[in-house]
C-alpha cells in the first residue's frame, strides 16, 4: 500500500494544494546546509502533518511543539493544510502523507534505507521542498511509529528528557534554537515488541491516578500520559495495571482507542490470556470455576468476547493459562498439565481465526512464569509461530533462556523481567536499586539466545523505577550502541541528557555507588525478615572487618551528602528532577540503612554498657523521620503534580516501620569501658543498665565470633598494612576524659571522635620501626576515670610484592577479577564485567561459551596466593545467583590448586534460592586439606556458560562472623 501511494503521488499533484508538478521537484537542489532555526526572533516554523496519516503523528508533534514551547517559550502551530512559510516542519509516514510520499516519488529524499522496515524513520533537511517553503525540516516514518520516534528524537535534540513530564525535568531556557545536524537513518529496533507492565499499582500510581484522571481509575487521561512516556522511550507495548484495585483495562471506555491513537501494542500479563484481566473480569458466580478441565466452554466464551471486541488493534496474546491473579493453574490438579495446556493453546489460537486472522501471523505470546515452566519442561509443545517468553525468578535473574533448537523458531524468544515485585521471599516495591550491570548482563544472554521479540519489564509503578526502565528500554531499541556504554557510561549518557553535562559524571559516579551498596542488600530488605515478622538484627557486623556495619553506614551518610551537593550545584529549574530521579531514591536507601544499623548498633551498645547506645537510638529514630520528610518532598514537587503517588511503606511492611531499639540507663558518673574490634563482648567497670539486658544479650550473638577474644586486637601484617580498631567509652553521664598510651614507639594511635564523647582509637603499625621478618608484641593502654584496660597487640613484618593475595588473620580474600591470568579457549572463557556483582569486579564466563564436562580443556582465571600458616582450608567461592543458562546446560566451574586433582563445583545444586536471592549471592565450598605455607597458583575453570564469579576467600580458619566479603587481603 506504501508503495502504491508513493507511485500515486504523481497524480495528487494536481489535486493536494501546495504540491509542484514532477519536472520543477526535481530540479530543485537539496539543503546547502545542515542547520535549521527552530526558532529565532521569537517565531517558530509550523509543523505539517497531514489529516489521513495515523493519529500518533498528530499527537507526536503537538508534544513536539510543546517541547519547543518550554525550550523557548514558542510554540509552534500544528497544522494539517498544506505546507507554506519561508521554514516548516514535515512530518509524515512513507504511504500515510501525500506529502511525504510526493518528496519520496520526485527523488527529494531517500528513503531506501528505512522503507519496509519496523520503526524506522529519516530525518533530513530539503530545500524548497514545495512552492512557497524555502528549506523544511522533513521527518520521515517507515510506519507510524516511526514517525513518533523521529519526532520525539528531535525533542531530544533540543534538550528534552523523556522525563520530561513524568520527573519533572525542565529543559534548560534559551530564546533560540537552532538544529545542527545531517541526515539521520534510523533503522529497526533491537527488539520488536518493547514496553513496561504496571503492576502492584495499590499504593502508589492507583491512589494518584484517582485524583488526576476524570474516570476516578486508571482511564485514558492516565493511560495517555503513560502510552507518551512510551513513545519517548522509544517503546511500543504495554501490559497494563491489573490488580484489583484497578477496572480493567478494556472494561474503562476509551482506554483501548487511546491505545491506538498512540501506536501502542497492546498486551496482557502472563497471567490474563487473550486480553482478559481475570481478577476484575472473570465472575464466578455467573461463569463458574476458573478451570479449562471442567469449565473450558464458558472460559473459551470468555476469551472470545475479548479477542472479538479488540481484534481490530495491534495486540500480542498471551497464549496459555494460569490461576485466577498469579496463582497457580488449577487444570494441574488432577489433570494432565502438559495435554490440557497443549488444548488451551490450541483453542485460544482457534479464536484468532474465528475473526479471520491468521493465527501464525497474530504476534502470540507463550509465558512460562513459576509453575508454568515446570509444565514446559515436561515437555509441552508451544506452537512454533508463537514466541517463547522467558521470565526471571522475579528478582532479575532469568530462569531458562532459549536452547540452540528454540533459537530457531520463527516465534523465536522474549523476557518478562522483574526491578519491582511483591510476593516471596519479600517484596521490593519501594525504590528501584536494580544495577544496570545486572539487567545489561541478563539482558546480554537474552539477546544472545535470539530472545529478541520480545521485552517486557515489570516497573510497578513507573515511578521511581525511572532508570531501571530507561536503561532497559535503551537496550531493547539499540541492544549495541547501550551495551557497549557498560553502567558507568550509560548513566553519564544519562545524566547528562537530563541534568547537563557540568554534574554528569559526579551523578554517574554517585549512582554507581548507590546501585553498590544496594545489591548488596536492597532497603525493602534490611529487616531480614519477612512480611508476616518483624524486624531483626541485620547480619552488618558492628564489630568485624574494621566495623562493616559502621563503614556501610558512613558511605549511605555521605551518599546523602554527595546528592544534597550536587543538588545545590544544579540550575534550579533541574532540582525537582534531581529529587525525583536521584536525591528522593538515594536519600530513602540511605536512611533506611542508617535507621536498621543504628538500631543495631543500640543493642550493641546496651549489651556492652555503653551509655552512647541511646544517641544511637535517636539516631534510628531520626532516619526514620527523614524518610518522612522525604517522602512529603517528593509528592509536593509540581506544585503537588504527585500528591499522593510515592509511598513509603507499600504493603505497609514491618521494615518500613521503626524497629525495635536498644536503650539504657547511663551510670550516675562517668565511667571506662573498653570493646575491641571483632569481639561483641567489652570490659566496663560500671556500664550503663541496659533496659532489657537478655534481649540485647540475645540480639547481638548474631555478630560473635567464637574465637574472637576481648582483650586483644588482631594480628597486624606488613604485607596488607591494615588497621584496627579499639574502643574507648563512657558508661555515664557527664564528661569522660581518655587517654590512650602505646608501649612501643612501632604502635601508632589516630582518635576518632564517635557519638557521646566516646573515642575510636585506630590502632597502626609503624613498620619502619620494626626488623624484617620480626614479629613483635605490645599493648596500648586506655585510662580514664580512675580505671584502666590493657588490649595485647602483635604485629609480623614481613613484605610481600605488591598485589600478591596473601594471607591475614586466617583468611585470603579477593574479588573474581584479581586474576594473574585468564586463559580463553578458542577466544572464549572468563571476562571482566565493570560494575557487575557485590564486589562490582565479577568475571562471567562466556554466553557462547560450550559446556565442558572435562576441566582440563576448559578456560580458566588464574590467582596466586601466600599462605602464612600451614594447615586446612576452605575456598569459599560466591557467585552471582543467576541460572543455566538454558536446558542443555548447568551452572558449574571447577577449582584447582597447584595442578593437583580437580573439583567440580555444581552452584545450582543445594542452592538456597530464597537467601541466594536477597544477598545477590550464593556461595559454594570445597575444602583443600593440608595446604602449605608458602605461594600457591589457582585455578578457577569455567564449565558452562553466563557463570558469574564475583569473589573469593580461602578461610585458614580466620573467617569472622561478616554479612560481606572481608576486605581484599593485597600486598601493599
Excluded: C
Excluded at 543538588?567 to 536507601?589: C, I, M, N, T
Excluded at 590512650?740 to 571522635?753: F, K, L, N
Amino acid at each position: 500500500m506504501a508503495l502504491v501511494r508513493i507511485l500515486a503521488a504523481l497524480s495528487l499533484a494536481a489535486t493536494v494544494p501546495g504540491l509542484a508538478p514532477a519536472e520543477a521537484l526535481a530540479q530543485q537542489a537539496p539543503a546547502a546546509s545542515a542547520s535549521f532555526d527552530l526558532v529565532a526572533e521569537g517565531a517558530a516554523p509550523t509543523i505539517f502533518v497531514s489529516a489521513g496519516d495515523a493519529p500518533v503523528v498528530g499527537i507526536a508533534a503537538r508534544a513536539f511543539a510543546g517541547d519547543v514551547e518550554r525550550v523557548s517559550g514558542v510554540k509552534p502551530q500544528v497544522s494539517e493544510a498544506a505546507p507554506s512559510g519561508r521554514l516548516a516542519i514535515l512530518a509524515g509516514t512513507i504511504g500515510g502523507s501525500p506529502v511525504i510520499d510526493r518528496l519520496i516519488a520526485d527523488k527529494r529524499i531517500a528513503v531506501d534505507k528505512v522503507a519496509g522496515q519496523s520503526e524506522a524513520y529519516t530525518i533530513a533537511l530539503v530545500d524548497k521542498p514545495v512552492p512557497g517553503v524555502d528549506r523544511a525540516l522533513v521527518v520521515i516514518g517507515a510506519d507510524r511509529r516511526g514517525t513518533a520516534y523521529g519526532i520525539f528524537r528531535l525533542s531530544e535534540q533540543i534538550g528534552v528528557s523523556p522525563w520530561v513530564w513524568w520527573a519533572n525535568v525542565t529543559p534548560a531556557r534559551r530564546s533560540s534554537v537552532r538544529l545542527n545536524a545531517g541526515t539521520v537513518v534510523q533503522g529497526s529496533p533491537s527488539v520488536r515488541y518493547r514496553g513496561l507492565f504496571i503492576n502492584d499499582e495499590d499504593w502508589s500510581i492507583r491512589p494518584w491516578a484517582t485524583r488526576i484522571d476524570p474516570t476516578g481509575d486508571m482511564g485514558p487521561t492516565t493511560y495517555a500520559h503513560v502510552f507518551e512516556l512510551l513513545l519517548r522511550l522509544r517503546a511500543n507495548f504495554l501490559w497494563p495495571a491489573m490488580h484489583k484495585v484497578s477496572s480493567a483495562f478494556n472494561q474503562v471506555a476509551g482506554n483501548a482507542e487511546m491505545a491506538d491513537r498512540y501506536a501502542i501494542v497492546m498486551g496482557a500479563s502472563h497471567a490474563e490470556p487473550m486480553l482478559r484481566d481475570n481478577v476484575a473480569e472473570w465472575n464466578f458466580e455467573q461463569r463458574g470455576e476458573f478451570n479449562y478441565a471442567k469449565n473450558g466452554r464458558n472460559i473459551l466464551d470468555y476469551w472470545r468476547d475479548r479477542v472479538k471486541a479488540n481484534h481490530q488493534y495491534e495486540n500480542v496474546y498471551t497464549v496459555g493459562m494460569r490461576g485466577i491473579h498469579d496463582s497457580p493453574a488449577e487444570m494441574n490438579k488432577g489433570f494432565d498439565g502438559v495435554r490440557l495446556l497443549e488444548k488451551v493453546v490450541s483453542d485460544q489460537r482457534g479464536l484468532l481465526s474465528e475473526v479471520g486472522q491468521d493465527p501464525t501471523k497474530v504476534p502470540q505470546i507463550f509465558v512460562p512464569y513459576k509453575e508454568v515452566l515446570d509444565i514446559y519442561r515436561k515437555g509441552m509443545k508451544v506452537p512454533d509461530d508463537v514466541t517463547l517468553a522467558w521470565v526471571d525468578d522475579n528478582y532479575g535473574y532469568i530462569r531458562q533462556l532459549s536452547t540452540k533448537a528454540e533459537q530457531q523458531r520463527p516465534g523465536g524468544g522474549g523476557v518478562y523481567y522483574h526491578i519491582s515485585y511483591w510476593g516471596v521471599p519479600n517484596d521490593y516495591l519501594w525504590l528501584d536499586t536494580t544495577p544496570p550491570a545486572l539487567i545489561g548482563e541478563e539482558m546480554g544472554k537474552a539477546y544472545a539466545t535470539n530472545s529478541r521479540r520480545l521485552w517486557v519489564l515489570n516497573v510497578g509503578d513507573i515511578k521511581p523505577g525511572e532508570k531501571g526502565l530507561n536503561y532497559f528500554l535503551d537496550l531493547a531499541y539499540d541492544y549495541d550502541g547501550t551495551a557497549k556504554l557498560g553502567q558507568q557510561g550509560w548513566l553519564k549518557r544519562w545524566a547528562t541528557g537530563n541534568f547537563g553535562p557540568e554534574q554528569a559524571d559526579a551523578i554517574a559516579a554517585l549512582l554507581g555507588d548507590f546501585y553498590r551498596l544496594n545489591y548488596d542488600r536492597k532497603p525493602e530488605h534490611m529487616g531480614w525478615n519477612d512480611a508476616e515478622t518483624a524486624p531483626r538484627p541485620t547480619e552488618f557486623s558492628p564489630v568485624a572487618y574494621g566495623d562493616e556495619a559502621g563503614r556501610r553506614t558512613a558511605e549511605f551518610r555521605d551518599l546523602d551528602k554527595r546528592a544534597e551537593a550536587i543538588a545545590a550545584k544544579l540550575p534550579a529549574e533541574k532540582r525537582d528532577g534531581f529529587y525525583h530521579l536521584v536525591l528522593y531514591p538515594v536519600r530513602g536507601s540511605a536512611m533506611m540503612n542508617v535507621k536498621m544499623l543504628n538500631a543495631d548498633r543500640s543493642f550493641l551498645y546496651a549489651h556492652q554498657g555503653r551509655a552512647s547506645a541511646n544517641l544511637h537510638a535517636d539516631a534510628a529514630v531520626d532516619a526514620y523521620k527523614r524518610i518522612k520528610q522525604a517522602t512529603e518532598a517528593y509528592n509536593a514537587v509540581g506544585g503537588g503534580q504527585w500528591s499522593h503517588f510515592m509511598s513509603d511503606e507499600p504493603r505497609m511492611q514491618a521494615v518500613f516501620n521503626m524497629p525495635p531499639l536498644g536503650r539504657v540507663t547511663p551510670s550516675a558518673t562517668p565511667g571506662l569501658g573498653v570493646a575491641v574490634e571483632g569481639s561483641i563482648d567489652a570490659w566496663a567497670e560500671h556500664p550503663a543498665r541496659a533496659a532489657d539486658a537478655a534481649d540485647a544479650s540475645l540480639r547481638v550473638q548474631r555478630w560473635r565470633t567464637a574465637s574472637a577474644p576481648a582483650d586483644r586486637l588482631p594480628v597486624f601484617e606488613r604485607a596488607t598494612d591494615a588497621r584496627h580498631f579499639i574502643d574507648a567509652f563512657n558508661t555515664g553521664t557527664g564528661t569522660l576524659e581518655m587517654s590512650a598510651t602505646a608501649s612501643a614507639p612501632w604502635i601508632r594511635i589516630e582518635r576518632e571522635d564517635q557519638p557521646g564523647g566516646d573515642q575510636r582509637l585506630w590502632v597502626s603499625i609503624d613498620w619502619r620501626k620494626l626488623k624484617a621478618g620480626e614479629t613483635a608484641s605490645g599493648s596500648v593502654t586506655i585510662s580514664a576515670a580512675g580505671a584502666s584496660r590493657s588490649i595485647a597487640v602483635s604485629a609480623r613484618n614481613v613484605a610481600a610484592p605488591r598485589g600478591m593475595l596473601v594471607e591475614d588473620n586466617g583468611i585470603i580474600a579477593f574479588s573474581a577479577q584479581r586474576y594473574a591470568k585468564l586463559q580463553p579457549v578458542g577466544g572464549l572463557g572468563w571476562q571482566a564485567v565493570p560494575g557487575l556483582g557485590r564486589s562490582g569486579q565479577a568475571l562471567q564466563s562466556s554466553v557462547a561459551l560450550a559446556s565442558a564436562a572435562d576441566p582440563a580443556g576448559a578456560p580458566y582465571a588464574e590467582y596466586r596466593f601466600r599462605v602464612t600458616h600451614a594447615g586446612d582450608a576452605k575456598l569459599r567461592a560466591t557467585l552471582m545467583p543467576s541460572f543455566a543458562l538454558n536446558a542443555e546446560n548447568k551452572l558449574r566451574y571447577a577449582v584447582s590448586i597447584d595442578g593437583g586433582p580437580t573439583q567440580l563445583v555444581d552452584a545450582d545444586a543445594k542452592r538456597d534460592w530464597s537467601d541466594g536471592v536477597e544477598r545477590n549471592a550464593i556461595t559454594s565450598v570445597t575444602s583443600w586439606p593440608a595446604l602449605g605455607a608458602g605461594e600457591h597458583r589457582l585455578r578457577i575453570y569455567a564449565l558452562d556458560p553466563g557463570v558469574v564469579l564475583d569473589s573469593l576467600i580461602l578461610d585458614l580458619g580466620g573467617l569472622a562472623t561478616a554479612y560481606l566479603a572481608p576486605p581484599e587481603t593485597i600486598a601493599k
